[in-house]
C-alpha cells in the first residue's frame, strides 16, 4: 500500500490525487471456458489466483501489470483432436497483461483509457494427449471507478484486442499450428465489480469478467501422415473474482 513518507500512515485513494501511488490487489476466482467451432467443442473450469499491481501519477498516469494462473479440469472433443475426446484432462490457465493509459476525466471519478498488451493461455496436460492454445494480445481498454460513496465504489472496464499471434498444440509437442495473422481474429471483455474501503488505504472488492474471443481457423499440419487443424473457434469465458487491495 501506499505510506506517507514521513509519517508512515497508508494512504487513502484521496491522499494520492497529488503524488505518486502504488497499489495492489489479490484475487481469488473461478472461471468456466467455453469454446465451439465445426465438429469441434472445447469447455473447462478452472479455480485461479491473481495478482494486479498499479503505479498511478497523481491519478493522472498509470501503468499496470496483471497476472493469473489457475487450474482445473477440461473437455474435449471433435476431428481436430487425432486421438479422440480427452475428458477430464487436467487443464492450467495462464493469464498476462500490460497497461499504460490516462485519466481523461475527474481525479474523483476517473475513466483511464489504457494501451494493453498480453498472453492468454489454455493447456491441459494428459500426459501424450496434449491441447494447448497461445494467444498474445493487443490492443485498447477502458477503466474507470466511480465512487457511490465515502466507502464504497463501482469498478468497471471493457477492453478490444487483436491476436497478434496464435498457436495451437494439437496432441503432441509436433503438432504445433499457427495461427495466420488476420484482423478477424480479435478479443473482447468487459467486467463491472465493487470496492468497499475497510479502513484507510485498505479495500475488498468482488466483480465479474466476461470475455470473447473469435479466432479464424488455424494452418493445417501433417503428423504422422495425418492432416490436423483447428477450425475457426468462439471461446467465451465467465468469471468471478474477489480480494482484497492495499
Known sequence: ????????????KQDCFERICEWTNIGIGGAYYNA??????????AGYVSLFGKVALKQRL???????IGGGNSDLSGSAFPNGAKS?????????ALKAGANITSKESPIFINI????????????????????GLAGIEIEGEKPLSAKLSVMYGA???????GTYILDKQNTKAQIPFSTQNYAISANV??????????????RAIGKYQHLNASQTINANNVNLSMPAINNTQAMVEFGIGF
Open 88 to 96: 477430464n484432462a487436467n487443464l492450467m490457465v495462464f493469464d498476462f
Open 36 to 45: 465451439n467451432g465445426e465438429n469441434t467443442s472445447i469447455s473447462g473450469y
Open 116 to 135: 494493453l498488451g498480453g498472453l492468454d493461455m489454455y493447456s491441459t496436460n494428459k500426459e501424450e494427449r496434449k491441447f494447448q492454445r497461445s494467444l
Open 1 to 12: 500500500a501506499a505510506t506517507n513518507d514521513t509519517t508512515n500512515v497508508i494512504l487513502s
Open 62 to 68: 498509470q501503468f499496470g501489470a496483471n497476472i493469473a
Open 159 to 165: 477492453s478490444y484486442s487483436f491476436v497478434v499471434a
Open 193 to 206: 465489480g465493487i470496492s468497499y474501503e475497510i479502513e484507510r488505504g485498505i479495500s475488498t472488492f468482488v
